[in-house]
Each structure stands twice: as C-alpha cells, then as structure tokens.
C-alpha cells in the first residue's frame, strides 16, 4: 500500500490509513472490518450557561467507536480547536488501545470546544457539570456503558465534579464512583492514576530495551535507558512524568523540553524537577529560564541530534515541514497522533523507529481499568491481603534466622513489606505495557507484510476487536 507523502491528511483519515495498512495483514472479511474501522455513534450537543450574567452556548462531543465490550472508555478533552473529526479520531485508538493492552473496553472520546484559561474556576465548574448532566442524560456517561476520564485540558478536578453530577443524577447507581476515572483518591481514585500515562511510557521504553534485535534496527545501542539523549515536546501531566521518571529512575539525560511558549536547550542534560518548579510559578511556560539554552521557537528543537524523541502533548507536531530533519533515532509517541500519516512515511525511509501511541501512552487507560474495578469491588487494592502477607514474610524470616543465619537489615525491610495500592497498581501497569510490547515485537519480526510498530500493534488491536464482535455474535 502507498503512503501519501505529498499531502497531509486529516487525523482521522490519518488513524483510518494505519487501520487499512493493518488490515492488509490480516485475513478478517471485509464487512466486518468496514463495521469496526468506523464510529458507531457519536452525539453533539449545545448547552448554554450564564456566565457574567450573559449566555454563552457551548458545544461538545462524545463519541463511541466500539462496543464489543463494555463500557467505552475514553478521556474528554477541554480544548479551544477540538472538532468532531478529531474526537472520531480519538475515540478509534481508544477501541485499538484498549483492545491491543487487553483492557476489556470499548472505544469512546468525549471533547468541549472551550478555552478554558478564558474561565474562572466556578464557571468551570457549571460549564463542566452542564455537560456532564447532557451527557448523562443520553448514557454517554455512565458506570456500566460509558467511562470517561481526564484528556487534554481536564484532570481530577473536572472528573470530581463529572461524579458528583452524576451521583445526584443516578441517586439508584450504588456504582456510581465507576461512571468516571482519574478521579481525586479521596473520591474513589486510585494511587498512581495522575503518572500512569507517563509512568506507562517508561515503562514501554524499558521493554523496548529489553530486546536486543528491535535496539539493533533502531541503530541504539545497551539494554537500558541510562544516558540515552532525550527531547521531550510537552512538559503537561504525560510529558512530566515521562521525563522525570527517565531522569530520576532511569538516568536519561533530558537534552530539551518544549513548551508553547519556547524551548529550552542543554546538551549536558536539564533538570526537570527545576524546570517544572519554574513552570508553576510562570503560568505554565519557560521563558526566562536561565539555567538552559533559551529558544523562542521551540520547534527547532524537535530537529536536534538525540537518541529518543518524545512528542508528548498535541497531534502532528511532527508533519511534511520537519519530518525530514528530525534526527531522533527513536519516537517515542506519548501524546496521541503526535506524527502525521506523511511524515511517518517520510520517516520509514530515513530508518527512524516509531514506537506508537496506541501501544505507548496506554497506561493511562490501563489504570484507569483498575481504578474502575476498584470502585466496582468497593475496596482499595491490597486492603485484605497486606498485614497477612507481611505476617507471612516475617516468619520466613524468623525460620531462616533460626537456622543460625543472619538476613542483612535492609533486605529483612523490604521483604517485610506488603504490598500498598500504588505497587500493585504500578505492577499491574508494567506487567501489561511489557507483555503488549512481547506481542508487537513478535508480530513485527514475524510477518514479512509489516514493516514498522503502528501497523504490527494496529493489527493485534483489530484481531482481537474482530474476535470480540465474532464471538458476541455479530459475526456469526
Ligand atoms: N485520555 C487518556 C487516553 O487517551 C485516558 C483514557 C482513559 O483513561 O479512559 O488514553
């Protein structure tokens, strides 16, 4: 199949070419695999709200690409440009996300065309809970059908409110904590839920390590991530986290950041916690930071010599105009459709190594997965098994000091600990980011038809998609 270098697409007809080009990997009829490339339904609605005194209509979407498992899962994002095409869009790598990490969900995106720095906080708040009840109202929001979470634009705070509406709406629901994730821990959150996009990111590069032939094609050398350059485009929730696990944890050095209103340059490596701390007190940007290389545009930054390149905020900051001069030897896409469908192809031909947000950013979904079923049970993970494994391991200790051996004091500490909501959670994320990465790496070597990880990932998502609907009985 030929890749459409010379224009650009939009993002939608972007996912739906990935789709296509996996496809033709596959022996899946053709009606079934028309059925699960497009929407299933998608609802826009306009509210109004006073805001000063005045009217204001707002109009948002949300919309459900796949059902072969419920609920639809997806984030809402709160974005200035977002268009029903771009919310499609989303909403299809929801169904492939969550079907290639084995996270038994639909496909859904919601999003509301809004500035929100334009708003105060309680008229965030009315606007926030006015489209929630819109939502709620045609079961686009609902504990068993339709999960949303925070995107773009919305966090725990949107998501508290989202509940909170949702409670006095659904008085009968006793699951009503499971009608949306990423929601504040002291309301039925979970630990880990705010890093795990990020933490999923890392987690995935470490896998990606892990296998020495995939290092090989993408001309990196070692088995981990320690010194490895990275450029990060996005220092929001997914972009923070990334880089400072990679710092932290990891020992990456971070090279450049980008931000919107410039970059930041140092080839010994930036501090990201200094840089972040700078952000908060300087309305989000990094202008005036003095300890980096200051460039008023950012974007010059993607171009820079570096091992990892990590887009990790909006769509297509990587298209036809710079495509040609990156000089990343990996991608590695945090933020969904980061690459346009051109500039990958332009991309293929210079050997640079996508690793794709289907399979990438993940975590965040994954957690949210555990965070619902954490509300559904009604208990925190790890709350009736902690003491007793505790228990357990001190009287294995106990025996092995009884046969006259001496255990060092810092392994008796770790071993006597159970294990709390945030190490489950974490490995429960690492296990399935390493395990679909496996699976990716397998199909990519194996199947002569595929040639980059978008389209190996993409054709796992759609098999198992397509066995959902079968064994459903759509498909008979
Ligand atoms: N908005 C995130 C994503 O794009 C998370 C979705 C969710 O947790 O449902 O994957």
Request: aromatic share 8%; charged share 25%; glycine share 8%.
């Amino acid at each position: 199949m030929s890749l459409p270098a010379d224009k650009e697409v939009s993002f939608r007809e972007s996912v739906n070419l990935s789709f296509d080009m996996a496809m033709g990997t596959l022996d899946i009829p053709e009606g079934i695999s028309k059925y699960i490339r497009n929407v299933n339904n998608v609802y826009q609605v306009r509210f109004p709200v006073k805001i000063k005194g005045e009217i204001e209509t707002f109009i948002g979407w949300r919309a459900v690409h796949s059902d072969h498992r419920l609920p639809a899962k997806g984030g809402i994002r709160f974005a200035p440009n977002v268009n029903q095409d771009e919310v499609e869009a989303l909403a299809a790598l929801m169904s492939y996300k969550c079907a290639l990490v084995d996270v038994p969900f639909g496909g859904s995106k919601g999003g509301l065309l809004i500035d929100p720095k334009k708003y105060e906080r309680d008229e965030m708040e009315s606007i926030t809970r006015r489209f929630a009840y819109e939502l709620i109202q045609k079961d686009y929001i609902s504990s068993s059908t339709n999960v949303p979470a925070p995107d773009m634009g919305t966090g725990q705070r949107e998501m508290a409110w989202i509940v909170s509406t949702y409670a006095s709406h659904r008085p009968g629901d006793i699951n009503h904590l499971a009608c949306v994730t990423g929601k504040p821990v002291s309301m039925g959150g979970i630990q880990g839920r705010v890093e795990a996009t990020g933490r999923g990111v890392v987690f995935g590069l470490r896998e990606f390590f892990r296998h020495p032939e995939d290092v090989k094609n993408a001309k990196l050398e070692g088995n981990s991530l320690e010194d490895k350059t990275v450029i990060i485009q996005g220092l929001g929730n997914v972009g923070y986290y990334t880089a400072s696990i990679l710092q932290d944890e990891d020992r990456a050095k971070i090279i450049a950041i980008l931000e919107w209103d410039g970059g930041l340059y140092d080839p010994n490596g930036i501090d990201i916690q200094d840089v972040y701390q700078y952000k908060i007190g300087n309305k989000g940007g990094v202008k005036g930071y003095t300890k980096a290389q200051y460039f008023e545009d950012g974007k010059v930054l993607l171009e820079k010599e570096c091992d990892i390149l990590i887009p990790a905020a909006m769509e297509a900051v990587i298209n036809r105009t710079n495509a040609a001069n990156i000089q990343a030897k990996v991608i590695a896409e945090a933020a969904n459709g980061p690459v346009t469908f051109a500039a990958e192809s332009l991309l293929k031909e210079k050997g640079t190594v996508i690793i794709p947000d289907v399979y990438l950013n993940a975590g965040g979904v994954t957690v949210s997965y555990f965070e619902w079923i954490k509300n559904l049970s009604h208990i925190r993970f790890g709350r009736m098994q902690r003491r007793y494994e505790e228990s357990q391991s001190e009287l294995i200790i106990k025996a092995i000091e009884q046969t006259g051996n001496k255990l060092p004091q810092e392994l008796i500490e770790k071993l006597s600990q159970g294990a709390s909501e945030l190490d489950l959670v974490r490995s429960g994320l690492d296990d399935t980011m390493r395990k679909a990465f496996q699976e990716i790496s397998e199909r990519f070597w194996s199947n002569d038809k595929i040639t980059n990880y978008r389209t190996a990932a993409m054709a796992l998502a759609i098999e198992k998609i397509y066995t959902g609907y079968r064994t459903m009985g759509i498909y008979p």
